[in-house]
């Protein structure tokens, strides 16, 4: 059948067919017919049956004539079928159609109970430059679907400067919907707080939303005035909602203020609050601060997060028993648990271990090396600098299946880095790693080279086969080996010249 006999054939089947071969009749002549045909899509537009207007709506759009679809479409973005609204909103997309029918016809989709229809509002307004309705477009930072409030916040944060905007982000941060009210008040610059200051004052502890009451909390906690601190204080101590409280513990618990002793000692056992609470308390610190958190080390019921941020808390605090109560930790079925004993050791690792710390914490963190590969990188700062680590790490380096392990290995090798009495003896694990699949390990391995003959001042004992190696890393893929191997040639240069 030839496209004219079709076209025909499209026509009588809107004339006298059945719902169902009328629509597909005006989807058919959508895609075969020409501008002619627009009058005939546009009547079909008005068929009683949704089905058909619903086809008359692709058909328009598939058509490609802007002129008959903006004659139509507006009112068919309107109409009672969802299904009809949908593809008609979809027809207008994409025939690009402008225009304030148009663009009011999207607005109040933003408002459809079909969140499809409130996705294609989004998007096409977007496209088109224009919030469309204003008061619709924020009210869908509350919408329970992340499609939908993710794009209306997109555009919010487009359109924020505009006066209508903003005002309507202000009357929403003090009397919308909880879920839109939060998101209202994340957004809002910072120049509108002092408006909405004695709102946000009353609501920190009045709002039956505790959602609210946290994002309240937040935006407080980021107005630098007395009123503000003492109302979170207040807030914190007569509080009884875990996730409230643990919200308050965090904002607060910066400040290292003593009156954080108190309430943080009473959420402790709080699954929810507990770990802001012994956050806080290491900020705190003091003796009273120190006994709470050396109970919550020590006792074997202490809930994996709170036990984990209790570690960090107490490294941070630097306490004399502070390496021998985190290092049992490191062996906790709670990976979260071993992250927080090894942050803990990352931060005693900054004033340095003491002299009869330093042997233990060596062997423990080698042996742990593989526990998590996430957390290679602090690990690795920990051991930087212990001597002690080395005769494991030389063992290691060849052992693990890990690049990352491999890589942090050779850099703890690295006598630019620590040195010991086996470090004249390190060559050979750095030059069998020249041909490593791993980029980093590579790398590594060069510069602990270079690093090895500027401190031993000697030059390797096969330096000519080493040489040719490093002058065929001169063409590796990675910039960083070409950079490193050249270095490493270098010091092998000034090494025979000296």
């Not at 026509?11 to 006298?16: C, G, Y």
Request: hydrophobic share 45%; charged share 25%; proline share 6%.
């Amino acid at each position: 059948m030839t496209t004219e006999h079709q076209v025909a054939f499209f026509l009588r089947e809107l004339e006298t067919g059945d719902t169902w071969r009328r629509a597909a009749a005006a989807k058919g002549l959508g895609k075969l017919g020409d501008t002619e045909h627009a009058a005939v899509l546009v009547r079909a537009a008005a068929d009683p049956a949704p089905e058909v207007r619903e086809g008359a709506a692709v058909g328009l759009g598939r058509l490609g004539i802007p002129e008959a679809g903006a004659e139509i479409l507006p009112a068919l973005m309107d109409d009672d079928d969802p299904w009809v609204r949908r593809q008609a909103s979809l027809a207008s997309i994409r025939l690009g159609l402008r225009g304030r029918e148009i663009v009011d016809a999207y607005g109040r989709l933003l408002g459809d109970p079909d969140y499809h229809l409130r996705i294609n509002a989004l998007e096409a307004l977007r496209e088109l430059g224009v919030p469309g309705d204003v008061p619709a477009l924020v009210r869908l930072l509350g919408d329970p679907a992340y499609g939908v409030w993710g794009r209306a916040r997109a555009m919010v944060y487009d359109f924020q400067k505009a006066p209508e905007v903003e005002a309507e982000l202000v009357r929403t941060a003090q009397w919308g919907e909880d879920a839109a009210r939060a998101h209202a008040l994340w957004m809002l610059p910072d120049l509108p707080t002092d408006r909405l200051l004695p709102s946000l004052l009353r609501d920190l502890t009045d709002d039956p939303s505790t959602e609210v009451r946290c994002t309240v909390a937040s935006r407080l906690a980021r107005v630098n005035r007395p009123e503000t601190q003492e109302a979170l204080f207040a807030a914190l101590e007569a509080e009884r909602d875990p996730e409230m409280a643990s919200q308050l513990l965090f904002l607060l618990g910066r400040s290292g203020d003593e009156r954080l002793l108190d309430p943080a000692s009473r959420w402790l056992s709080d699954e929810r609050a507990g770990p802001s609470a012994a956050s806080a308390l290491g900020s705190v610190g003091g003796k009273s601060a120190t006994k709470l958190l050396r109970a919550l080390l020590t006792d074997p019921t202490t809930a994996a997060p709170t036990l984990a941020a209790a570690a960090r808390a107490y490294g941070e605090m630097g306490r004399w028993d502070a390496v021998w109560l985190l290092l049992p930790l490191l062996d906790h079925a709670a990976p979260e648990v071993y992250e927080g004993a090894l942050r803990g050791l990352d931060a005693l690792a900054d004033p340095g271990f003491r002299p009869w710390e330093r042997a233990a914490v060596a062997r423990a963190l080698v042996a742990r090396l593989n526990v998590d590969l996430t957390l290679v990188g602090v690990a690795e700062r920990v051991l930087a600098g212990l001597a002690e680590a080395l005769p494991g790490q030389r063992e290691l380096v060849d052992r693990t299946s890990s690049p990352i392990v491999r890589t942090a290995t050779l850099s703890l090798l690295d006598p630019h880095n620590a040195t010991d009495a086996g470090t004249p003896h390190d060559l050979p694990l750095f030059v069998r790693h020249l041909d490593d699949a791993n980029t980093w390990v590579r790398r590594a391995a060069v510069k602990g080279i270079a690093h090895w003959v500027e401190e031993t001042g000697t030059l390797p004992p096969d330096k000519e086969r080493l040489r040719d190696q490093l002058t065929a890393l001169g063409s590796d893929p990675s910039d960083s080996v070409r950079e490193a191997a050249a270095e490493t040639l270098r010091a092998l240069d000034d090494c025979r010249t000296n």
